[in-house]
């Protein structure tokens, strides 16, 4: 009877346990859907040096601005539609490749624009291919050595080129995650900001010392893609709060 009573109490003690172990394990590997942002959607992260930093959901060959910046990585055949690049309806290097006719592909496949690490291309889009009338294409050079600190760089050419070409505003797409890179979305985009402050400080000392006449940049559009675009304003809005105590 004893005997009894102790293999079912330990049979017991052997199914509660496994339930709490499939439960233990469900909830690990259970991981709720990723917040997404409806296309369109637009929000001022903050204002730094008389720049409205803007978020934007949007894609490069979409977005209204006087200036579209996207950055490209040296060209590997099909990489912005390979298995690790975004899916094509949400790939902003793809919309933007449809946009001008296959021409961006066949610019970086012809060795046009090689995208070494800050190379830079500017072209005049068909009009009506997209929103901007001037794109600005930036090298990212060597996909197997990119990291998050060439984007300071990247963001301080971007400024430098919108400034020189004399627009007020420019939409930023750095089209990492495009070409599939798996990228820290807040620490690229608060180092693009940083970069961008960089810039527009150097020209308003040279402006200070009549050394330069261009316009005031007043506007940057931030594009980010809608599981991306949260992520991207925190970061930056802590570049923004970073830059300020300087």
Request: glycine content about 8%; proline content about 3%; hydrophobic content about 40%.
């Amino acid at each position: 009877m004893k005997n009894t009573l102790k293999n079912s109490l330990r049979h017991s003690l052997v199914i509660t346990a496994l339930a709490f172990s499939t439960l233990s394990f469900a909830q690990t590997t259970t991981t709720a859907p990723a917040k997404t942002t409806a296309i369109g959607t637009s929000k001022t992260w903050g204002t730094i040096d008389g720049i409205s930093m803007v978020g934007l959901v949007q894609g490069p060959s979409s977005a209204d601005a006087q200036l579209q910046v996207a950055c490209v990585f040296e060209y590997t055949e099909g990489d912005i539609f390979n298995t690790q690049a975004l899916p094509a309806k949400l790939n902003g290097l793809v919309h933007l490749d449809e946009a001008l006719k296959g021409e961006l592909t066949n610019i970086r496949k012809a060795g046009q624009f090689q995208g070494h690490s800050l190379e830079t291309l500017l072209i005049t889009p068909p009009v009506g291919s997209m929103s901007a009338k001037k794109l600005l294409l930036i090298g990212l050079g060597d996909r197997n050595k990119f990291t998050p600190d060439l984007m300071t760089s990247v963001g301080e050419v971007a400024a430098r080129e919108a400034m020189r070409l004399g627009v007020t505003n420019f939409a930023f797409a750095s089209d990492l995650k495009d070409a599939g890179i798996d990228s820290p979305t807040a620490l690229i985009a608060g180092n693009v900001v940083k970069g961008i402050v960089h810039a527009n400080r150097s020209e308003n000392y040279l402006k200070e010392h009549k050394l330069s006449t261009t316009k005031k940049l007043e506007k940057v559009y931030l594009l980010a893609g809608p599981a991306f675009f949260e992520t991207a304003g925190g970061g930056i809005a802590d570049a923004i709060s970073e830059v300020q105590k300087k």
